[in-house]
C-alpha cells in the first residue's frame, strides 16, 4: 500500500502548524492565519486521499489527526481575532485539548494487537504522529503559559484543561483496560475504577488551582516587596537630600553667626551712646523706638542662629562647676523686675534636698530658664509667675533636677500643647499679632533640654495659667558632693519686694 502522498501531507501540516506558530512567537498575524489555512487543506487533502485509496478501518488516527490540525488551527486562528486579549487562554485550552486527544490516541495504539511494537506500518504512522501531536500540545501550551501574568491573576484555563487531559488519559487507559479483557458488559468493579479515576482527575485539577494560587501569592507579595524596597530606597534618597539641604542650611546660619551679630551689637552700641547725649524728648523717643526694634531683631538672630547651630551639630555643651542658687539668683533679677512693672507677684523656691555646687552648662540652663520665665510673664496679665526647683531620685555621682515655671496666665488649649515645642508654631494665630514672638524660643528649649539629658512637658488649662517642667542632669562637683551647708536647709523664696536687692 503507498502511503507515501499521505504522510507527506500530514508533514506538511504539521510545517504549517509550526510556521504558525511562529507567528504567534514573532506577533505576525500574517503568518498564524497562512500556516493555519495550509494546514487545515493540507491535512483535509490528505484525508480524502486515504479515503480514496482505503477505507478509515485500516487506520483510524488519520481523521483525529485531521481534527488535531482543525483544532490547532482554529485555536490558533481566534487567538487573532476579537479574543486577542484573552490569548493566552486560547492557546493554553488548545493546547492541553491536543494533549488530552493525543495521549488518548497513543493510548490506543499501545493497545493494538501484535507482539509487542510489532506493528504494521499504518499503526507505526499513526502512533508516531500522536507523539508528534503530544509535543505540538505541550509546545502550544507553554506558548500559552508564557503569555499569561501568573503574578497578576491565576489562569484558570490550567486547572480546568488538566482536569480534563487527566480524564481523556484515565479514560483512554479504562477503555484499553476493557478492550484487553474482551469485556462484553462493564463489571460494577470496571464502574468503580471509572469512577476513581475520573476523582484523581477531579483532585489534580483542585491541587493546580491551588498551586497556582500560592503562586500568585507569592508573586504578589514579592511584586510588594520590591515596590515597597524601591520607595523606601526613594524616600531613603530624598531624606538625605532634605537632611543634607538642611545641614548645609543650617551651617551656613551656624558659620555666618559672628558676621550677623556683630553689625546688630554695633547698633545697639550706637543707640545706647546716642541715648547717653543730650536729647530732647522726641529725639529720645525715636531712639528708644530704634534700641527697641533692634534689641527684638537680635533676639531673632540669636534664637534663629541658635537652633541652626543646635540642628547642625555645632552647638556644645560645656562642663563648669557652679552654684545652682546664686545662679538662679542672678537670672532671675531682670525677670522678677519685668513682673513687678506688669504688676505681677514673682518668686522662686529651690528644695533644701538639691546639691547646690554642680557641674554642667550654667548657660544653656539659664537660657532654657529665662526663655520659659519670659514666656510666662509676656503671657500672665494678673497673678503671679513662680520657678521651683526640685531633686529627682539621683546617684551620688549625678543630679537629676526638676524645673517648673508656673503662671496664672491665659494658658494653652490641649490640642495646641504639643505643637507649641515645635519651630515658629504658636499657640493662636492671634499670639504672633498680639505679644509678637517667632515661636522658636520653645524649640530651642526643648533642645537644650534634651542635650541636657532631660524632657520638657506642660500642664495647662485655658483662663487658668500654665506649668512648664523640664528635667536636666548635671554632675555633682566633688568639693560639695554628700554635702548641704546651713543656708540650704530651708528653702530659698524671693519675692517682688527682695527680688529688687539680690
Request: glycine share 8%.
Amino acid at each position: 500500500m503507498n502511503i507515501a502522498p499521505i504522510q507527506f501531507g500530514i508533514a506538511a501540516s504539521f510545517v504549517s502548524i509550526l510556521f504558525a506558530l511562529a507567528g504567534i512567537l514573532r506577533k505576525r498575524p500574517q503568518w498564524v492565519l497562512m500556516g493555519s489555512a495550509a494546514a487545515v487543506i493540507l491535512s483535509g487533502f490528505s484525508l480524502l486521499a486515504y479515503v480514496a485509496i482505503n477505507s478509515l478501518d485500516s487506520d483510524p488516527m488519520l481523521p483525529i489527526a485531521t481534527l488535531c490540525f482543525f483544532v490547532v488551527a482554529g485555536g490558533l486562528a481566534l487567538a487573532q481575532t476579537k479574543l486577542a486579549a484573552h490569548g493566552s487562554t486560547v492557546l493554553g485550552s488548545t493546547g492541553l485539548l491536543l494533549v488530552g486527544i493525543a495521549a488518548a490516541s497513543g493510548i490506543s495504539l499501545l493497545t493494538v494487537k501484535g507482539a509487542g511494537l510489532d506493528w504494521n506500518r499504518l499503526h507505526q504512522v499513526g502512533f508516531q504522529t500522536a507523539v508528534a501531536f503530544l509535543a505540538l500540545g505541550i509546545a502550544i501550551t507553554v506558548t500559552g503559559w508564557s503569555m499569561t501574568q501568573p503574578g497578576v491573576r491565576e489562569p484558570i484555563w490550567l486547572p480546568i484543561g488538566s482536569t480534563l487531559l487527566i480524564t481523556a488519559i484515565r479514560m483512554a487507559l479504562w477503555h484499553a483496560y476493557w478492550a484487553a479483557n474482551h469485556a462484553t458488559t462493564l463489571h460494577w468493579l470496571s464502574n468503580l475504577t471509572l469512577l476513581g479515576s475520573l476523582s484523581s482527575a477531579v483532585f489534580f485539577g483542585i491541587v493546580v488551582h491551588l498551586a497556582l494560587k500560592a503562586h500568585l501569592q507569592r508573586e504578589t507579595l514579592r511584586r510588594v516587596n520590591r515596590k515597597l524596597e524601591e520607595e523606601t530606597a526613594e524616600r531613603r534618597l530624598a531624606q538625605e537630600a532634605a537632611q543634607e539641604a538642611n545641614r548645609a542650611k543650617s551651617e551656613f546660619l551656624a558659620n555666618m553667626s559672628h558676621e550677623i551679630r556683630t553689625p546688630m551689637n554695633g547698633v545697639l552700641g550706637m543707640l545706647d551712646l546716642a541715648l547717653d547725649t543730650r536729647l530732647d524728648t522726641e529725639q529720645r523717643d525715636y531712639i528708644e523706638t530704634a534700641k527697641e526694634s533692634a534689641d527684638g531683631l537680635l533676639s531673632l538672630i540669636n534664637d534663629i542662629l541658635d537652633l541652626s547651630k543646635i540642628e547642625a551639630g555645632k552647638l556644645t555643651l560645656e562642663s563648669v562647676n557652679f552654684s545652682l542658687r546664686e545662679n538662679l539668683a542672678q537670672m532671675l533679677k531682670a525677670p522678677a523686675l519685668r513682673a513687678g512693672q506688669k504688676g505681677l507677684r514673682f518668686d522662686w523656691r529651690v528644695d533644701s534636698q538639691v546639691n547646690d555646687l554642680l557641674a554642667g552648662d550654667p548657660t544653656r540652663l539659664r537660657q532654657v530658664i529665662l526663655n520659659l520665665v519670659g514666656n510666662a510673664i509676656k503671657f500672665t496679665s494678673s497673678g503671679e509667675v513662680s520657678v521651683s526647683v526640685q531633686a529627682e531620685p539621683q546617684s551620688d555621682q549625678a543630679a537629676l533636677l526638676r524645673f517648673t515655671v508656673r503662671d496664672t496666665g491665659m494658658g494653652i488649649p490641649p490640642d495646641k500643647q504639643q505643637a507649641i515645642f515645635s519651630a515658629f508654631a504658636q499657640a493662636e494665630s492671634s499670639t504672633t499679632r498680639n505679644f509678637g514672638g517667632t515661636g522658636l524660643g520653645l524649640t530651642i528649649s526643648r533642645r537644650l533640654v534634651e542635650m541636657l539629658g532631660g524632657r520638657i512637658w506642660l500642664e495647662s488649662q485655658p483662663g487658668r495659667g500654665s506649668a512648664f517642667h523640664f528635667t536636666a542632669r548635671f554632675g555633682i562637683a566633688k568639693e560639695a558632693a554628700g554635702t548641704i551647708t546651713s543656708r540650704h536647709v530651708l528653702p530659698i523664696r524671693t519675692s517682688l519686694d527682695r527680688s529688687l536687692s539680690l
